[in-house]
């Protein structure tokens, strides 16, 4: 944050680094970009963007496979370029083509660890206007945000396989969970807790009741921390009944702090309470170095290069990475002319059903900033 605030006292441009990455992300990434440019002139800052190709194809076209691990799908050379910009805008990681998890492994876990991006954060907002799955729930029943914990847990890659294809086969994959990683989590989950609003309630989500071990290092955690903010209410569910809560009384909810697996899966839910993968924005922060905005959804390659995509959660995550940069107005006024598109334009927030094409929708918003629309 040093920086950032120190770049913007100097007036120099933020650097943006953009990964249009596979599939559907370049397009959804290019109408975010249009809307950042409407953005800068109404807030008169001033930025400069550079595309990486960190594709699915790059990687393929340069001879990437599984069997071959010294072909990178980012090179450390890369990574060391990345590390000099602002922010980083993400498009979409996945590719039908190359095997599960080289990508998923090479680009964007590669980029949460080495840049300790250790928090991924997942507001869960309906917008006016979009048909919410649950019965009778509307905006104002679904506002919260999910602190997923960004690199530890499930995701470390500890663990390991034996007598492989025998009888005898044994797989571990560990939850490893360190004080410091928990805790420095919780701590951003409680700042966030008390600026957010007047409700103050912050909800452990985990499974103590069964992951005797690192369950309760994050129980403890919160409750030590907890000790210093007595202004915010502590509360803890068991994932599983988070799941249950989320559906049935998602307006319980004001902020919810998991790990990473935990947190993977009950954002999708909550992306679907909120309309949908269209929808749905993402960061990975690092609150003291560099960040990553995304939208959640994955690559869709049955809608690539078709211009039938909802770029809404792509123009979300930049909504998120402007005020990250410390452009807290820029970003209020890009979500209120998302407000402004879901509630006055379009039919449905699903690919090809929105009654826009995607460039159009980017060009929607861009206006709709330009002008300070509202829902
Ligand atoms: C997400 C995705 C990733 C994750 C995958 C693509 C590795 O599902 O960002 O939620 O599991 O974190
Ligand atoms: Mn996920």
Redesign the pocket.
Known sequence: MAKKQAARQAKKPYRIAVIGGDGTGPEVVREGLKVLAAAAEVGKFRYETQEFDFSGARYLARGGDPAKPNIPVVTDEELAALKTFDAIYLGA??DPNVAPGIL??GL??RL?FELDQYI?LRPVKLYPGVKCPLADKGPEDIDFVIVRE?TEGL?TGMGGCQYKGTPHETATQIMCNTRHGVERCIRYAFDLCRKRGDKKLLTLVHKTNVLTFVGDLWFRTFNEVGQEYSDITRDYNHVDACCMWMVKNPEYYDTIVTG??FG?II??LGAMIQGGMGIAA?GNINPDGLSMF?P?G?SAPKYTGKNVINPLAAIGALAMLLKELGEEAAGDRVEAAIAYVTARKLKSLAAGKMGYTTTEVGDLVAEAVLKGLKA
């Open positions: 990681v996945g998923e492994k964007l876990l949460r991924n960004n995701y990473n697996m993977d954002t999708d993402g995304e959640i994955g």
